[in-house]
Nanobody
Framework: QVQLVESGGGLVQTGGSLRLSCAASSRTFSRRNMGWFRQAPGREREFLAG???????YYGDFVDGRFTVSRDNAKNTVYLQMNSLKPDDTAVYYC???????????????WGQGTQVTVSS
């Protein structure tokens, strides 16, 4: 498993941007698929974006180009750039690691503690 620590969440106004970071404590980070999920109160955890070791990226069906995932293997860090934020984006955001690319949370074997993102109207 991989130890993951998210950062970068906070309070932002509608239309604003945030960049979330997820630092991993594993020498095998570069070979791991990394994903971003979020969970709002009363809602299921939903997949946002994933990035494999080759930098191929893939996104959730509802992601409309406002979110961009990237990784820096030299820093063992994956990022989620979020633009044009809306109140509906308010949630706890999680990064996760898996052995293979997937949009399903059950495939991911390592999770961070989450970081809160709140978008005010």
């Amino acid at each position: 498993q991989v130890q993951l620590v998210e950062s970068g969440g906070g309070l932002v106004q509608t239309g604003g941007s945030l960049r979330l970071s997820c630092a991993a404590s594993s020498r095998t980070f570069s070979r791991r698929n990394m994903g971003w999920f979020r969970q709002a109160p009363g809602r299921e955890r939903e997949f946002l974006a994933g990035i494999v070791w080759s930098d191929y990226t893939y996104y959730g069906d509802f992601v409309d180009g406002r979110f961009t995932v990237s990784r820096d293997n030299a820093k063992n860090t994956v990022y989620l750039q979020m633009n044009s934020l809306k109140p509906d984006d308010t949630a706890v955001y999680y990064c996760a690691a898996s052995a293979r690319a997937s949009r399903s949370a059950v495939v991911y074997d390592s999770w961070g503690q989450g970081t809160q993102v709140t978008v005010s109207s």
